[in-house]
C-alpha cells in the first residue's frame, strides 16, 4: 500500500482486504462514493464484483475463482451494470468485465501530461509551451522533482514514470 500511496501521491489510497472487509469498511467506502458515480475497473480476477457484492449486497453479482491453470480472473463479468447506492439516486457504482491488457495507445506523447493531474497542472508553467517536461530548460514539472519539500512536489518515482510512458508512446507502433 506504501508503494501506491507514493506512486500517486495526489491520490487517496485505501488499504482494503475484501476477505477481511467489515460493514465498518462499507460504510467508509460508501462515505467516499456519497454523490458520485463510480467505476470499478481492473484487470480479470482482482475482486471488482467481490467488492461490489461488499458495498450492495442485493446485488449479487456472481463472482469466481482464479483460474488455477493460468493464475488469472476467469472473466465472470461480461457486461457493464449501474447499481444505484442510494434511494435518492445520488450516487451510483458501475461493474466492469475486467480486461487481461490496458494500453495508452491512444494518447499521443506530448499529450501524456496533461493525463497525469499532477504534471498537467504544472505544465502551464513551463518556459515554454511545447515543453516535454525531461529535458527542457525552464520546466516547472522538472523544478517539482527536485523540490521535495514543497506541497506541489512530484516523487522521483512518478516521475520516472511519466518518462517511460513518455518514452514509450514516442515510439513508432508495431503492428
Not at 12 to 23: G, K, N, Q
Request: with cysteine.
Amino acid at each position: 500500500m506504501r508503494d501506491a500511496a507514493n506512486a500517486a501521491p495526489h491520490y487517496m489510497v485505501l488499504p482494503l482486504s475484501l476477505e477481511d472487509a467489515d460493514d465498518e469498511d462499507r460504510d467508509a467506502i460508501i462515505g467516499l462514493l456519497q454523490g458520485k458515480t463510480t467505476l470499478v475497473l481492473g484487470p480479470s480476477g482482482v475482486g471488482k464484483s467481490t467488492l461490489i457484492n461488499l458495498l450492495l449486497p442485493d446485488a449479487r453479482v456472481a463472482t469466481n475463482e482464479i483460474s488455477q491453470a493460468l493464475n488469472t480472473g476467469k472473466h465472470t463479468t461480461t457486461s457493464t451494470t449501474l447499481y444505484w447506492v442510494d434511494e435518492a439516486r445520488t450516487t451510483a457504482i458501475i461493474d466492469s468485465p475486467g480486461f487481461q491488457e490496458f494500453g495508452l495507445y491512444h494518447i499521443a506523447a506530448t499529450q501524456l501530461a496533461a493525463c497525469m493531474p499532477d504534471i498537467g497542472a504544472l505544465a502551464d508553467q513551463c518556459k515554454f509551451y511545447n515543453c516535454t517536461h525531461l529535458h527542457e530548460p525552464g520546466c516547472a514539472v522538472m523544478a517539482q522533482v527536485e523540490a521535495q519539500d514543497s506541497p506541489h512536489s512530484i516523487s522521483a518515482n512518478r516521475y520516472r514514470i511519466y518518462g517511460e510512458l513518455f518514452d514509450e508512446l514516442s515510439q513508432e507502433p508495431r503492428y
